[in-house]
């Protein structure tokens, strides 16, 4: 019988790590109810030290998602493992998952401690963490560039002291295959009680090789896989959920394994993903990217369409990527069709989300002539960003420009209070007077350092959606994303949604966050 190799999500943990990443608690818990439909086995939901506002997120988490395992990160402190607890105790399955450096050169330059120290307190601290719950992971940071011998003695150790998960996080992609499966059989070979854990791989892409490490670590032992949706995560990112789970759906003759994963859901998931993480999906990308079932050479639109098999591996049904684009709705359709097909789309609304998406839909149905799915997963998410992030408000945006006059742009943005703020500004164009006008009236002058505006669909009448970054003045990134048919008005839009969620969200320290 095929054996399953369980999926580790942390596209909540590791995944928010990337620079300029920052989900809000809402969205936070809106993707862990889509991971649950994906069918991941375990959520690393976030790590509640960090932040009060990610203890709450991933309180929420544990109160709401019943499905996987709700797992939380924790360096081996015993802070970070109370906190840890606090976080995941209400879930149905939850799990603490603690680690600590484990190659020379971090114990000597981060942590300041010798190897002997290290073991007594990884030791302890797994024991901490078994006081709280028997489902406890424990990963030793950087494994892939320890002495092999001390990552056997840390292991064997924490397995004694309570670990029933065994993480090997090649933490700075440094690990080369052949390498990583050497050091798998190695390990299953010199760790006595290796047998009383699961052992689990962390793939960080640095190299771009962490989903051919993450295969051969299952090949040769690792029963547990950490992945990220996209493939978002610090640095270069994490080995891709989706990447790892087609491979071994479509090469059962080199991985004769499973995975419980619903891949019907992966392409809506990597769609949530990219727009809550303003993080676009390069169009080259395995599985999800724009391009991945597109065929350009002749030769292969022929074999296409005398037979998809000839130059497709995979069905793009399978990941659930709409076949084709259909105008489905118009100006004239009504709530019940427009709701109706929302939840074709995967889109459960409450009342109020309906309610405003809905009237959202009349103003774009009324300015273009057709509206298709594209259009509609835009302005879904688009309006439930802003419900999310709510604060100041954009009221009115008024922009004059022209090759022989000064842009100027007028506001009416209305605060957190309920007050109407109206204020002017030039600029160097129209967007940039937009943006020194917000800045008069909120009284916050970020740095942009980022902005970019594509199309949603085809043709002149279609929605721009903007992305944008901008910087606070101690250099943390905060992203803004919104669509409209008028760019300038999509430009407003994003970078109010990005003042809102920096005045939301804050950002985690740096001496917190972690990379197993």
């Not at 939840?343 to 959202?360: I, K, M, P, S």
């Not at 839009?493 to 804050?506: C, D, E, F, I, V």
């Amino acid at each position: 019988m095929p054996e399953k190799i369980y999926i580790f999500d942390t596209t909540l943990r590791d995944g928010e790590q990337s620079a300029g990443v920052a989900f809000t608690p809402g969205e936070k818990l809106e993707i862990a109810r889509q991971l649950e439909k994906l069918g991941v086995d375990i959520i690393e939901a976030g790590f509640p030290c960090s932040t009060p506002g990610d203890l709450e997120a991933v309180q929420a988490i544990a109160r709401s998602v019943r499905g996987p395992v709700i797992c939380a990160l924790a360096r081996a402190v015993p802070a970070d493992i109370d906190t840890a607890w606090e976080a995941v105790k209400e879930a149905a399955e939850p799990r603490i998952h603690v680690f600590i450096n484990s190659s020379d050169i971090q114990m000597a330059h981060q942590l300041r401690k010798d190897r002997e120290q290290v073991l007594t307190q990884a030791e302890e601290m797994v024991k901490h963490a078994a006081k709280y719950t028997s489902n406890v992971e424990f990963s030793p940071m950087d494994a892939t560039r320890a002495d092999p011998r001390f990552v056997f003695e840390i292991v064997r150790r924490c397995i004694d002291a309570g670990a029933t998960t065994i993480n090997i996080p090649d933490s700075v992609g440094y690990a080369i295959p052949e390498e990583l499966g050497a050091f798998f059989r190695a390990l299953f070979e010199n760790v006595p009680n290796i047998h009383k854990a699961r052992v689990s791989f962390h793939g960080q892409n640095d190299l771009g090789l962490c989903t051919a490490n993450t295969l051969t670590a299952i090949q040769n032992g690792a029963r547990q896989v950490e992945v990220t949706i996209n493939g978002i995560g610090e640095r270069a990112g994490n080995t891709s959920l989706e990447e790892v789970v087609m491979a071994i759906k479509t090469r059962k003759d080199f991985l004769p394994f499973y995975t419980d994963i619903n891949t019907r859901e992966i392409y809506r998931t990597s769609k949530m993903v990219e727009t809550y993480s303003g993080m676009p999906v390069q169009w080259n990308k395995a599985i999800v990217g724009k391009n991945a079932f597109r065929h350009g050479s002749g030769i292969h639109q022929d074999g296409i369409l005398k037979l998809r098999e000839t130059w497709e591996i995979m069905d793009p049904a399978e990941i659930g990527i709409p076949q084709g684009t259909q105008l489905v709705l118009g100006k004239l359709s009504g709530r019940h069709a427009f709701k109706e097909h929302m939840l074709e789309l995967g889109y459960e609304l409450t009342d109020e989300e309906l309610n405003r998406v809905f009237a959202a839909f009349k103003e774009l149905a009324d300015k273009k002539i057709e509206v298709d799915d594209r259009d509609l997963e835009a302005l879904v998410n688009e309006n439930l960003r802003s419900m999310e992030t709510a604060g100041w408000r954009l009221d009115l945006v008024q922009v004059s420009a022209g090759d022989h006059a000064a842009p100027t742009a007028t506001l009416r943005l209305i605060d957190p209070e309920g007050n109407i703020r109206v204020d002017a500004a030039v600029g160097t164009g129209p967007v940039d007077a937009v943006y020194r006008a917000m800045n008069r009236i909120t009284g916050l002058a970020p740095k942009l350092t980022e902005f970019s505006v594509k199309s949603v669909t085809e043709g002149i009448d279609a929605q721009g959606d903007v992305t944008i970054r901008i910087e606070d003045e101690k250099g943390r990134t905060y992203t803004g994303r919104a669509a409209d048919t008028d760019i300038i008005v999509a430009s407003a839009k994003a970078y109010m949604n990005a003042l809102n969620r920096m005045l939301l969200t804050g950002a985690r320290p740096a001496e917190a966050r972690a990379n197993p």
